[in-house]
């Protein structure tokens, strides 16, 4: 039995049509109206498991005006289902809006977990590190991707955008400036289809392979790029110690470290140590 007045947000496959749940194809032949982002998408997708639905389109564009009709239905007691072409719904596909007005109305809404492209790609892709930062799609300009991308030097989680085939190349070169040749990158094309390929390398190594083949550059992508390394407490990055080793040719050794701590933000006992052996390095006893 389903929930009167209640919006279900349900999750469709990336790919694979076996790619969804019971719950969600139960609750998609019950309910009295689906929400989906392209009918056709996804009337194919339920045709495949036998199930008939009664339509309504809610795109980026409608998403507003579909939404009064929408809390109109709940307000009668019905129940209605979101779909998007793939994935979760709200994940770099419209249904927050939605979502948020349905809950401020006060009626259920009622998640129905399945497939996401980035969990999917980030649980095959073999990283260590437990901590991510999903982007979803860059700027399409290369200044403001730049740009974007420059803000997130620093970021230690993983990060993981989402990208389309005709930009590929340029998002990884702009990846490449920013971040260095050495950071690695995984890319995920095309999960659970036909040409499914998860590639591991050096944003160097890994442009190289995407130029060396067209056929790598079709399809759909997840970007994972590994964080910058986590420097440890007690270690003093190459521009801190720069700073303190010009310092310390102007400085007594106290205001030195005291201006590096204010101008690095780096630790100032660790400051303090390197330059008790910088000192000691130049002036050996
Ligand atoms: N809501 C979806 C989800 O939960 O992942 C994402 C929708 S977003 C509009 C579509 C983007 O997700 C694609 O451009 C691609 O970057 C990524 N994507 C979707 N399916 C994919 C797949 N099978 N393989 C790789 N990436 C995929």
Same mark, same amino acid.
């Given at each position: 039995m389903l929930e009167k007045s209640a919006l279900y947000v349900v999750a469709t496959p990336?790919?694979? =049509?076996?790619? /969804?749940t019971l719950r969600a194809l139960d609750i998609l032949a019950k309910v009295d109206v689906v929400a989906a982002e392209h009918i056709q998408n996804s009337k194919h997708l339920l045709a495949s498991h036998s199930i008939s639905a009664k339509w309504i389109s809610l795109h980026q564009h409608n998403e507003t005006a579909v939404t009064d009709k929408i809390l109109a239905l709940l307000a009668s007691g019905g129940c209605v289902a979101l779909v998007t072409?793939?994935?979760?719904?709200?994940?770099?596909?419209?249904g927050a809006i939605l979502v948020q007005r349905v809950r401020a109305q006060g009626y259920s809404v009622i998640p129905i977990p399945g497939a996401n492209a980035a969990v999917c790609a980030l649980s095959a892709a073999? /990283?260590?590190?437990p901590h991510f930062l999903f982007y979803g799609f860059l700027p399409t300009k290369t200044g403001l991707r730049q740009r974007e991308l420059t803000a997130l030097q620093s970021q230690t989680n993983t990060l993981i955008f989402y990208e389309a085939p005709h930009r590929i190349l340029e998002c990884v070169t702009d990846m490449l400036v920013v971040f260095g040749p050495q950071r690695q990158l995984t890319i995920a094309r095309?999960?659970? $289809? =036909?040409f499914e390929t998860i590639h591991v390398g050096t944003l160097q190594e890994t442009l190289v392979w995407l130029q060396a083949d067209t056929?790598?550059? $079709?399809g759909e992508f997840v970007l994972l790029l590994s964080g910058a390394e986590i420097l440890d407490k007690s270690e003093v990055s190459e521009q801190a110690r720069h700073t303190l080793t010009c310092l310390l040719n102007e400085l007594p050794l106290k205001q030195a470290v005291k201006l590096t701590t204010e101008i690095t933000g780096e630790n100032k006992n660790s400051l303090y140590q390197l330059a008790l052996d910088l000192k000691a390095a130049k002036y050996p006893e």
């Open positions: 990336i790919g694979n =049509l076996s790619d /969804i072409d793939a994935g979760t719904p709200g994940i770099s596909d419209p073999g /990283i260590t590190n095309e999960l659970t $289809k =036909l056929n790598q550059q $079709k």
